[in-house]
């Protein structure tokens, strides 16, 4: 920036002084030495300054750069963690959710195959998950068993609800899960079963 400014001084001074060469017809030797000194020192400066922001440029420690870190949680560490608990799903797209058949309606992930099994009322339900971020999750490849059960709706959803996740929160020292779609309100909440 310095650079551009004393450029535009040096222009300024040259044109100030052919001005003066028009307007005066002619001008005495005493002036033109000393335009020529002053021409002569701001081109010095011009030079000088410019080694120094070439310099000052190369040094400069606050200059922008950008830097990716990939920050990866373990999701069975703590109490009560995301995988190797066995989470009871007491709650459904904001209803209660209560097993008739005695047998907890369940989801279980495990860490170290990034696999999960779970039950909601007929089939085995199981599929591949991946934590893409700290409370980011995915569920992908849903499979369960094709048993014909009277009154399956729980278990459709349930599964319908798994495809729309992509993040969760663990709160209540650990003990109740929220599965969310973005911001929205819980999809499916779990208690933790261990």
Not at 75 to 84: F, I, M, N, T
Not at 136 to 157: H, V, Y
Not at 167 to 174: A, P, S, V
Request: proline letters at 2%.
């Amino acid at each position: 920036m310095r650079k551009i400014y004393l450029i535009i001084a040096v222009v300024f001074l040259s044109i100030t002084s052919c001005q003066k060469k028009d307007k005066s017809g002619a001008e005495s030797e005493n002036d033109s030495i000393v335009n020529q000194d002053t021409t002569m020192v701001v081109k010095d400066e011009v030079v000088i300054d410019t080694t120094k922001v070439d310099s000052s440029d190369v040094e400069l420690p606050n200059k922008m750069s950008t830097k990716t870190t990939t920050k990866t949680t373990d999701p069975s560490s703590g109490k009560y963690a995301l995988a190797e608990t066995k989470w009871k799903l007491v709650q459904l797209n904001g209803k209660a959710v209560a097993s008739t058949s005695g047998k907890d309606f369940f989801i279980n992930l495990d860490s170290k195959s990034g696999k999960f099994s779970a039950y909601a009322g007929c089939n085995s339900i199981s599929g591949s998950y991946v934590m893409k971020a700290e409370t980011k999750l995915a569920f992908s490849k849903i499979i369960s068993t094709r048993m014909a059960c009277p009154n399956m709706d729980l278990e459709t959803n349930f599964i319908k609800t798994l495809e729309k996740v992509d993040n969760y929160m663990i709160e209540g020292n650990g003990k109740t899960l929220h599965f969310h779609k973005a911001k929205m309100a819980a999809l499916a909440k779990f208690e933790a079963v261990k």
